[in-house]
């Protein structure tokens, strides 16, 4: 099994920044990939951000980009979303992702939150106006 803890949420004022951490422990080798998700009140769980844990392309929510950044620390375990510029419509609880899955094909299913098997706690993101 693996373990996800999120850290780095809190309440920020618009065009303000905040790094979300998220520590992995377990059977972390087994990882094919780690994402972020994040969901709004009344709203499905969107995609955010992905990396694969070995390395390799990141991918990002079109909403995202330019402003948010994945990035991981293999040596800590820990995956971070560093989050630029943003606005009240980033306010969402945001969650860690992890894929141990072995018929995750990363370029297919990085953004499907169904093909991620362990998930954190979430961390409440509010971006006041």
């Known amino acids: 099994q693996v373990q996800l803890v999120e850290s780095g949420g809190g309440l920020v004022q618009a065009g303000g920044s905040l790094r979300l951490s998220c520590a992995a422990s377990?059977?972390?080798?087994?990882?094919?990939?780690m994402g972020w998700f994040r969901q709004a009140p009344g709203k499905d769980r969107e995609f955010v951000a992905a990396?694969?844990?070995?390395?390799?392309?990141?991918k990002h929510a079109d909403s995202v980009k330019g402003r948010f950044t994945i990035s991981r620390d293999i040596a800590k375990n820990t995956v971070y979303l560093q989050m630029n510029s943003l606005n009240t419509e980033d306010t969402a609880v945001y969650y860690c992702a992890a894929s141990t899955r072995s018929d995750f094909s990363y370029y297919i299913y990085y953004n499907v939150p169904m093909r991620y098997d362990y998930w954190g706690q979430g961390t409440q993101v509010t971006v006041s106006s």
């Open positions: 990396i694969p844990w070995s390395g390799g392309a990141t």
């Open positions: 377990g059977r972390t080798f087994s990882t094919a990939a």
